[in-house]
Structure formats: structure tokens, C-alpha cells
């Protein structure tokens, strides 16, 4: 088979980093006083992105209140950015995993925290523990389920598992009017060697899509496909 154009299905990342330190002012509305005027001091330094001022503080809040899930988690999410403000480019990511980690100790029902631990594993390249914690995301059936689904393909992709793969993906309802998930499973089909789905689902990507850049893509996949 020819070599096909590659392309590198978009990582789901979480919720906006501003949303889920407001998270944590919720969870701590009835904490002390000095405690909250802190906490929102350091979610003002974070939306400024101040982000090095505002780990600063949360590592203080942290010491005092250890079993704080939220805390630990805005913590880590700290260290997730570099000094000019892009995710996941940080020097500290196995940081950023160390405190999701006790945030998750700390409430393993902290569904965020688990989310965001798996995609920093992802990011890193530690695809194993990616993949156990987006396994228990999806199984969770909460709001980040779909979203853990669609990386846990992602990573069964990058393991060389695309049947386990497009299992993953097919399972829910909906799966083919949702065009990221039909561009990933006409890339696993692909792997798989199966022209002719993989060629039925970059048409129906087409359909679903007018992006023109992504649209570009799949005319370019078709061409590939066509001339097997």
C-alpha cells in the first residue's frame, strides 16, 4: 500500500484552565477567611498568568490544607504551562503529575484530576498509565467520559491496538455525525487495511465538515486510498 499523508488526531484536553480554578473558590466557600482571600489571590495571579506567583501561593494553601483535592489540583495545573503561557510545554510536568496524583489521593472521585493526570501521561509519552487513567474517566460515564474515550483511541492508536481502538470508539450512539471520532476511526481503519471503510469514512468526515484545511486532509487520504 502507498504511504498515506499522516495526521495527528487532536488530543482533548480539559476544561479551560480559568474554569477550573474557579472550581476551587466553590469547593472552599466555607473555609476560613484568610484562606479564601489567598486562594483568590492566587487565582487572580493564575488568570493573569502569573502562573509561577500563583504556584507559589497554592503551595503555601497546600501545606495547611494537605487533604484539599482542589487546591493540589490547580497546584499541578500550574505546572502545565511554560513562562509564555503554553499548555503542556512546562519544565515541570512530572511535577504537574505528582499533585494530581495526591489530589487523587486525596478524593479519588476527582474526576478532573484524573482526567488531566492522563493527558500529562500522554504527553510524556507514558501511554500504559495514560491509558488506565482515561479507562477510568470513561468508565465513570461523567461529563470527561466521551472525551477520555476519544484519547483512550488515541493512545490504543499510538500502542498499535487500532481494533481496541475503534471498539472504543464505536460503542457510544452518534459515533458517525461526531467528525473527529469519524476521522479517527478512517485512520484506524487504515492500520487495519480496510481501503474500503476507511475510504466510506473520510467521505462521510467530508460530509459532516467544512473546514477546509481538514476537508484538504481527507481529499488527500481519498486520493491515497483510491490509488491502492
Known sequence: MRSLPTSRSPLVTAVAAAFLLIAAVGRS?????????????????????DRKKAS???LKIAAEYPEEPAILYNLALTYEFDADGNRYRGENLNLA??????????????TPARFNVAVVWHKLAYLSEAAREYRLVAEEGGALSRRAEYNLALVLKEKGLPQEAEEILEKDEGVYD????????ALLAEDTGDVGRAIRLWKRALVLDDDPVLNALAVKHLQALRGY
Open 29 to 49: 466557600q466555607d473555609s476560613a477567611p484568610v484562606f479564601t482571600a489567598a486562594l483568590d489571590e492566587a487565582v487572580g495571579f493564575a488568570r493573569a498568568g
Open 97 to 110: 503529575v505528582s499533585y494530581y496524583e495526591e489530589a487523587l489521593a486525596a478524593d479519588p472521585d476527582f
Open 178 to 185: 461526531d467528525v473527529s471520532r469519524v476521522r479517527l476511526l
Open 56 to 58: 507559589e501561593i497554592f
